[in-house]
């Protein structure tokens, strides 16, 4: 042991036998363009094929990408298949063409916390790149996300948000995202103008004009709901403008800011991209309130009401754990298949430092396994967010383990149950000494993944006693993070785990 624990070391991506990742299920919606590239690691050339696929669709055999157009709405339970030199892989898939998109977290990176207002158009190919080359989405990283700071001013054709000069022609971007089979996302806010940079704001010196968002005018009477920091609602509604365009430069998913999230103009765009005729995913922050989860469960796909989580333990700990004890619990009946509750992207990996330059992730290795423990299993969207070009071999084994990204994907989508928090802090000492939470996440298959998280600062012993999970015959377990099977000694089950670490196992009865 020793910080970082002995999580498994990521294979080369593209050596040895195929092997076919990520979730086990897409979803989409009839009659609109439909895009899954099948992810696996393995030597190329490869070879795929895909049984069953539903009219309209059709593999690529040399990419394995699923084309088309899905012609009508049903469950098709297909069967993929890819061979190479070194041998062949299969696995069962289902394609959900009704249902829309997001059946398992999102997955893929975000350009915020990596290069802040400096996000420009070859930042972004970059990223496309890196997640491809590094065999990232031969994992299931998808989503190719521009955060804030890609706007100028409204106009052209479709009196749409037009990009800045460090965006010279999205459709092209967008193309080239698309080329290496990946999607790519785009951010905006009802507000007419939205975070990220403004004017007077001293860090405004990027070059860009002032941002602006879906509204512009006089702040709307009519807007029911106060906006924080001088930002607020306008009369003017240009929301179906920017739809258009965004259905024009072929974009796959919206992050929509702003604060509270009012579930009016959440609707507004939601309605919007619903009716767009392409599959969006949408995105919502800031500020999501418990009272308006059935409005965001059904316009939107994923929504965050915590601040933004930062490479730091209190801020890590803030947003797993204790959103845990004071509301995170009340969003379990919603968080599932199609819309989930946002833990933020992770703050994991090298993170902004200046226009060019990254700086090394401040969380120790521990603390980043725990992270990403946390984010998996609760389930929350898999967002990086880092400079993808100078993760390590530590960071790269964290964010591709295909055991941990797989208890995450979960078809079943169950939200992991908060089974045991163990809290000891004697009047003596400032500092708890035992301070411990088990989450339990129960899988399609009917196994169960467990988490045991050590939020203290010394090394504890964190037991489960399995009955507990109504499990009482035998039974496996296995080291998600080792990718190793694990002894079994009763129904007591029992790891240690080091100071702000977790571990991962999976129990299959
Ligand atoms: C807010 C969000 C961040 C990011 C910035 C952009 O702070 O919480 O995730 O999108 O805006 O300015």
Redesign the pocket.
Known sequence: MGDGMNIARLKPWDEGCPSINGPDICGASAGKPFFYAVPATGQRPMEFEAEGLPEGLSIKASSGYIEGSALKEGEFDILLRAKNVHGKAEREFRVSIGRGPALTPPMGW?S??AW??WVDDSKIRQAADALTGKGLAARGYTFVNI???WQGPRGGRLNSIQPNSKFPDMKSLSDYVHSRGLKIGI?SSPWTA????HKGDPSRYWGGPDLIGCSSGDPDPDYPFKAGQGMYIGINKHEACDVAQWVEWEMDYL?Y?WTPNDPVSLERMGRLLKESPRDFIMSI??EARIENAVAFKRWAHMW?GI??TRDNWPSVVKNAFLSDDWFNEDWRPYSGPGGWHDL??LALGPQFETKDKSRPNRLTKNEQVACMTAWALYPSPLLL?CDLEAVDDFEMSLFGNEEVIAINQDRLGRPACRLKEERFQPVSSGRPVRNSRVWAKELADGSFALGLFNLSDRTSEISVDLRELGIDGSLRARNAWEKRDLERTGHVFSLQVEPHGAQLVKITV
């Open positions: 975000n915020w916390n802040r207002m955060d804030s700071c951010y939205p975070f990220g940079c992050k800011d922050c800031l965050r601040p933004d933020d992207m967010s």
